[in-house]
């Protein structure tokens, strides 16, 4: 068992707590870096999937993990990144200022988005970001000049600063070192007293506002931040996939990503990354498991909705933490062992709490 | 007489919304949650009624109550066995909840080899008739899927009103919504209550599912048509029943509207838009209550 004596006040804020995190996440990152050597061309692009899906993860993580504001249309912002990405690939940008402006545009529909966060919460707000979500699903289906429409676009290769990323190993790296990127500056963001007012306003509005917090301004910087983080994710998927096509930015997507990071555990950014390596590889488990599945079962189409909908039911009622309060059970128990409790983790017993109090 | 044409059209439409947004609204008014498996439950309903009409070969109506009082038990089997033990907990957390619940019932239909990926037609007795108001050339027709939708809702309505009204069991339903704490204390079992209330509003579901089975077909997917009825339920001001009803016909009558006088696709973002332009407005909806929270 580790304890950590705090003596001065920066110590709060480090990145790493001790020099055991810095060992092992340095071990960590040296094997990422040679992953692309170690394994084969396919499972190296479903680690860039995870990377992209993590980027995302982290956005939506900032959104309702951290503020508590619920956004049921992130697919809208992951089309926003990719569209403009692709848009001005054609046009012939160079990949650091598209991807950069990928960001900034889909921010800027975060703000639209996160309009109506000033005025509504909880549910209201996750209908009114549904309801955008289809609206900006439909306006990429009709805005075919740019969009391709329901046909598609297709989106040719990528270069930076003259360097053609053409192999799965390339493309591997640069989608690391952004995801890199971004979680160095959520975990920035996390430890500034922006990140904090956003986790007082998801842990009471009234008190973060007597605390002197703008909520307006707070939520509209989250909401821009997590639209943002969606679209370089977007800006990265469209490079990826190098097809883009309406049905891939749907409701269900946005469901999708929102059921990933519950799954890897809300209000940590391990979680976000944690739920995007669980969604692909289960994904990817599904499709192996098929050929020695029976093929009653293998075959059938609603295999993937089924796993997916059991795994989160038994998630929200057996680990409400998630994967990463799994992990952290499972770290706890073995630093303290033979001291672990069965109720540490406990969810505290409450009442229904109200909403319409009158 | 085409302008009233789209609108019969739309309210027929609009009643199916009304209707499941009438689950919604009457979980949320019980339990504060809300239900993202109501269209799902609507997909089982339609299945269910399948089901015993044509693999038990019933006459249609005994079919219909049969539904209705297996999604009833089913509803209450739900609450208990997984939503009873999240209580108190976040809404958010319960919402995910039934979105897995939702997600669990359309893959594990999609497994019925041979039935779930199917699309099925519901071979009610009223098919394809018409009835013809007025005479000459422009004659009002309505068909008789749509009066059978628009009648059958405003029974049960009718039914609901009364029995919320007057029955010991609604005005108790009423109380445990209005302030669960004082309903406890008055000696109403909030839980059996809770129960009970998700197995109507399953049934409710199930009927919206029945009503609608002979204008779209049974498929897996039809649950979908559940994230409309949300914008009907805000409209309306959720946690309203009437307002839930309003809600759906608004949302219907402009969604056929604007299918015919608009450009194509706004007919599927109608609905949106309009609650958006409702959210900016009037956010406690049509018919809701003004809530403030007090410290």
Known sequence: ?358 | MQFLQLVIGGVAQGCIYGLIALGFVLIYKATETVNFAQGDLMMLGGFLGLSFMVVLGMPFWAAFLATLAVMLLFGMLLERALLRPLLGQPAFTVVMLTIGIGYLARGLVTMIPGWGTETHTLPVPYRDEVLRLGGGGDALILSMEHLAIIVVTAFLIAVLFLFFRFTKLGIAMQATSQNQLAAFYMGIPVRRINMLVWGISAAVSACAGLLLAPITFIHANMGYIGLKAFPAAVIGGFGSIPGALVGGLIVGIVESLAGFYLPEGFKDIAAYVVVLVMLAVLPEGLFGEKMRKKV
């Open chain 1, 1 to 358: 068992m580790r304890f950590l004596f705090k003596t001065r006040y920066e110590q709060d804020v480090r990145l790493f707590k001790h020099g055991g995190q810095k060992f092992w996440y340095g071990l960590l990152g040296a094997a990422l870096l040679l992953a692309p050597w170690l394994f084969s061309d396919y499972f190296v692009s479903q680690l860039v999937f995870i990377w992209i899906y993590s980027i995302v993860g982290l956005g939506l993580m900032l959104l309702v993990g951290y503020t508590g504001q619920v956004s049921m249309g992130h697919a809208a912002f992951l089309a926003m990144g990719a569209y403009t990405e692709t848009y001005l690939q054609q046009k012939g940008w160079p990949f650091v200022f598209s991807l950069a402006s990928a960001a900034v545009v889909s921010g800027l529909t975060g703000i639209v988005v996160g309009l109506p966060a000033l005025r509504v919460k909880g549910m209201y707000l996750a209908i009114s970001t549904l309801a955008f979500g289809f609206i900006v699903e439909e306006a990429v289906t009709r805005a075919d000049g740019i969009t391709g429409g329901s046909s598609g676009i297709s989106l040719g290769g990528l270069e930076i600063f003259g360097l053609p990323i053409d192999s799965e190993q390339r493309f591997y790296y640069v989608s690391l070192a952004v995801l890199a990127l971004c979680i160095l500056g959520v975990m920035n963001l996390m430890r500034s007293p922006t990140g904090r007012a956003f986790v007082a306003i998801r842990d009471s509005e009234i008190s973060a506002q007597s605390m002197g917090i703008h909520l307006a301004r707070y939520k509209t910087i989250a909401f821009t931040l997590s639209a943002a983080l969606a679209g370089i994710a977007g800006a990265l998927y469209a490079h990826k996939l190098r097809f883009l096509s309406p049905d891939q930015f749907t409701f269900l997507q946005s469901i999708e990503l929102l059921i990933m990071i519950v799954i890897g555990g809300l209000g940590s950014i391990h979680g976000a990354i944690f739920g995007a390596a669980f969604w692909i590889l289960v994904q990817q488990f599904i499709v192996t498991a098929k050929d020695w599945l029976p093929p009653a079962i293998g075959q059938q189409t609603g295999l993937q909705p089924t796993i997916f909908g059991l795994c989160l039911v038994a998630f929200v009622l057996f680990e409400p933490l998630g994967l990463y309060g799994r992990w952290l059970k499972i770290r706890t128990f073995f630093e303290m062992f033979p001291f672990y409790r069965k109720g540490m983790f406990r969810r505290q017993k409450s009442y229904l709490k109200s909403e319409r109090l009158k």
